[in-house]
């Protein structure tokens, strides 16, 4: 690991974790809290904290109706818990949040992992503030925070000689699979199950739960991932047979991996499996793609892949990438593949087709520039990583005072706290899926009555059992997280 030059530096790594965590140990303990019973909040406790939103959050449950009338299942965003009513924000701050009530929450949502300087930072809001004033967020042309941007990420992220910003992970994850193909003129894709790359018709296919395949593809018709494939965490002799069997049926374009494991390390892999899969991918001549929107600069600013020390042949990059403003997506990598991807209106060559009218507008790259100028100058992967630990540490110490089944664990600043397990649930058997449909069900009921607790205790959390911690956690914020988090804790 490289060491930080400065003098006044405190922290010795460059990175947000200060040591793997121990797989085999955690993936124990998630299996024992898979075979018990769910143990939920207790019945007369849900009904306390679910007064909570009827006497503290009028304001947001009037917002939250009207919702109801012109957004479909009245909410838009898929990460925070909606149960039993979103929260209608008003500010937001630091570690902190307010809702239209005044209430006061502590901000582990930290929009989905993207604000790792903390909510609303004011540094990089004065700088887009002022772009803004001069030329609005978009004009169409080239700006010189395009270039800026780029050159940044390029020279932090280790595998990135190019870079090509774009308008979601989502979309830059549809452009890495349509690069991989075209620069290796092969068609299969594999992913692993479980993991998430947005919500494109083709990588919506095994996720969430490994072996569920087009579960989640209503509205998908199955020739949009008739050229996908799914591999099983952990597994590569599995993916191996894999990639002999296609190399007989036309070949593989690239594997696809978060390289902290499924649904942003939920089910994380072992230190050495990026390596692994590296030599592996190097073996068949695929391309390995990470996905690194969430691992990207809040790992620390050369990603996973820095801390691994594995170089991705692309990367893909979101969240942090702009410090929490719209627009954040860009792929990057080695300069021939990347020379594949057409600029502009295109030539006469064949290449890569991507767009997006606002793609790479000034609000982004000014926004994108300064959160990572920011990111450098704080050490705030270091910091919210040193948070991470010390929420992670309280956490384990409070679920072993109490005696409870749950599990914590933590890769620097993305802390896992599963007490239902639902996320960890696998259809390997398919003779089972009906059941385990069933049992997903209530594990998922149980996850969303923590949401809520967590909500009425002053806390904001994502889906109920991930917390992003920020430059902006301090020991304070943390220590009265864990006093809240131990006041829910105690209501199961
Ligand atoms: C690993 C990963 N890849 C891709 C995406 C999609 O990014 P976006 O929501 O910007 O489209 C996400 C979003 O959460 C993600 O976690």
């Not at 050159?151 to 690069?179: D, K, N, Q, W, Y």
């Not at 919506?204 to 998908?220: E, L, N, S």
């Not at 990572?372 to 705030?380: C, D, F, G, P, S």
């Amino acid at each position: 690991m490289t060491t930080v030059a400065s003098t006044t530096d405190q922290f010795v790594s460059e990175f947000s974790i200060s040591r793997w965590c121990d797989t085999a140990d955690v993936l124990a303990r998630l299996d024992a809290l898979l075979k018990q019973p769910i143990r939920p909040i207790r019945p007369e406790n849900m009904s306390q904290v679910l007064s909570y939103f009827d006497t503290h959050c009028r304001q947001s449950k009037l917002v939250a109706t009207a919702a109801e009338h012109v957004i479909p299942g009245g909410v838009q965003h898929n990460l925070a818990f909606n149960y039993p009513h979103p929260l209608a924000i008003r500010a937001a701050d630091g570690a902190y949040l307010s809702d239209l009530d005044g209430n006061r929450y502590i901000d582990f949502l930290q929009a989905g992992g993207a604000t790792l300087l903390g909510a609303n930072y004011r540094p990089v809001r004065e700088r887009v503030q002022a772009v803004l004033a001069e030329c609005g967020p978009v004009t169409g042309l080239l700006h010189e925070y395009e270039v800026k941007l780029a050159e940044l990420v390029c020279r932090h992220v280790p595998s990135v000689e190019m870079f090509r910003m774009l308008g979601s992970g989502t979309e830059a994850v549809m452009a890495a699979i349509r690069l991989a193909r075209a620069h290796t003129g092969r068609k299969w894709i594999v992913k692993m199950g479980g993991g998430y790359h947005g919500w494109s018709d083709q990588m919506v296919y095994g996720i969430r739960v490994p072996g569920t395949g087009r579960m989640d593809a209503a509205g998908i018709p199955r020739s949009a991932a008739a050229r996908i494939q799914e591999g099983f965490p952990h597994d590569l002799h599995a993916l191996r047979r894999r990639l002999q069997l296609n190399r007989l049926r036309g070949g593989t374009a690239a594997v696809i991996v978060e390289p902290f494991g499924p649904e942003s390390g939920t089910r994380p892999v072992t230190a050495e499996f990026n390596g692994e899969l590296r030599t592996l991918c190097d073996e068949f001549e695929v391309l390995l793609i990470f996905d690194e929107v969430v691992t990207g600069f809040r790992t620390g600013l050369s990603g996973a892949q820095g801390y691994f020390d594995v170089r991705p042949d692309l990367t893909v990059f979101g969240k942090c990438l702009t410090g929490g403003y719209p627009m954040s997506g860009g792929v990057g990598g080695q300069r021939d593949i990347m020379m594949n991807l057409a600029g502009g209106l295109g030539g006469s060559q064949k290449k890569v087709l991507v767009g997006g009218t606002l793609s790479a507008n000034p609000l982004s790259c000014v926004a994108g520039y300064y959160s990572i100028l920011e990111m450098e100058k704080t050490q705030a992967a270091q910091h919210a990583g040193r948070a991470g630990d010390r929420l992670c540490a309280g956490l384990t110490e409070i679920i072993d005072r109490l005696g409870l089944p749950y599990v914590a664990y933590n890769q620097g600043s993305i802390v896992h706290l599963q007490t239902s397990g639902v996320m960890l649930m696998d259809a390997r058997n398919p003779f089972k899926l009906i059941k385990l449909v069933r049992e997903a069900e209530s594990r998922k009921r149980s996850m969303e009555e923590f949401g809520a607790a967590y909500c009425a205790h002053g806390l904001i959390t994502l889906a109920g059992s991930r917390l992003y911690t920020s430059l902006a956690d301090t020991d304070e914020v943390i220590d009265e997280a864990l006093n809240r988090f131990e006041d829910v804790l105690k209501l199961a």
